[in-house]
Nanobody, 114 residues
Framework: VQLQASGGGLAQAGGSLTLSCEPS????????MSWYRQAPGKERELVAI???????NYADSVKGRFTIYRDNLENTVNLQMNSLKPEDTAVYYC?????????WGQGTLVTVSS
């Protein structure tokens, strides 16, 4: 299992970015996909999770601003991030769990300037 994350970069506060995560093989193979982030000096935290059926959950800190969704045509799981804040600055990782094993993407850096 490999996960290829992309879409990070620099944004101003109040701006938007979209992250994409493409798994090896068909997205249909992965029932649970999630995004985590790790800010400098902090532990990695769950940002958002989506099931194969489309059920979504979010960290309280991003509710109403971030949207996670599966794009079956593009074979990606995306994280649409709106109303970005400086505290959203972190390395973002996509993750899946398959057969009790966790797999992580390589991380993509998001920097939000004030």
């Amino acid at each position: 299992v490999q996960l290829q994350a992309s879409g990070g970069g620099l944004a101003q506060a109040g701006g938007s970015l979209t992250l994409s995560c493409e798994p090896s093989g068909s997205l249909y193979m992965y029932s649970l996909m999630s995004w985590y982030r790790q800010a400098p000096g902090k532990e990695r935290e769950l940002v958002a999770i989506v099931t194969a059926g489309g059920t979504r959950n979010y960290a309280d800190s991003v509710k109403g601003r971030f949207t996670i969704y599966r794009d079956n045509l593009e074979n990606t799981v995306n994280l649409q991030m709106n109303s970005l804040k400086p505290e959203d600055t972190a390395v973002y990782y996509c993750k899946t769990t398959r057969r009790s094993n966790d797999y992580w993407g390589q991380g993509t850096l998001v920097t939000v300037s004030s």
